[in-house]
C-alpha cells in the first residue's frame, strides 16, 4: 500500500477545493499579507503534518489525495480539534520518507608519529612499577 501523498487539498474562501502538490516531499504555501500599507507575498515549505496544522490550512477541511487514489480527511467531520489517527499515522509515514539518512562519520586515522608516542607510553606505563 503506498503513503506516498500526492497532493492535499483545502477549501478555499470561495468554498472551492484547492490543491497543493508534493514536491520532494514538502508542500508550499504562498499567500498575500499586507504589513504597513503594503501587499507582500510570502511562501513557506511544510512538511506533510505541519502543512495541515498550520493556522491557515486547519481550519479548512484538509484531504491527502495519494498516489493510488485513494483520499482521506485529516479531521473528523472537519473539526480541527479531532486529528482522525489513520490521517495522522500516513502523514508520519511521508514524513519520515522525506528524512535524508545520516552520512556516516570518517574515521580519522593518527598518523605513525602518534602511534609511536602512545606505543612508547604503553610501554612506560607498563614498566612504572619496576622502576628504583
Do not use: C
Not at 473528523?76 to 520518507?97: C, F, P, R, T, V
Amino acid at each position: 500500500m503506498s503513503y506516498n501523498i500526492k497532493h492535499i487539498s483545502f477549501l478555499n474562501n470561495d468554498n472551492e477545493r484547492q490543491i497543493i502538490k508534493s514536491i520532494n516531499k514538502k508542500f508550499k504555501l504562498k499567500y498575500v499579507e499586507v504589513v504597513d500599507g503594503v501587499l507582500k507575498q510570502k511562501m513557506f515549505w511544510f512538511k506533510a503534518k505541519e502543512f495541515v496544522e498550520h493556522p491557515r490550512i486547519r481550519d479548512r477541511d484538509p484531504v491527502l489525495n495519494f498516489d493510488n487514489g485513494q483520499k482521506m480527511r485529516v479531521y473528523q467531520s472537519g473539526d480541527s480539534s479531532y486529528m482522525i489517527i489513520e490521517a495522522a499515522s500516513k502523514l508520519e509515514l511521508h514524513d519520515n520518507q522525506s528524512k535524508k539518512k545520516p552520512t556516516p562519520k570518517k574515521i580519522q586515522q593518527k598518523s605513525s608519529k602518534n602511534k609511536i608516542e602512545d606505543e612508547n607510553d604503553l610501554w612506560a606505563s607498563a614498566f612504572d612499577d619496576y622502576i628504583i
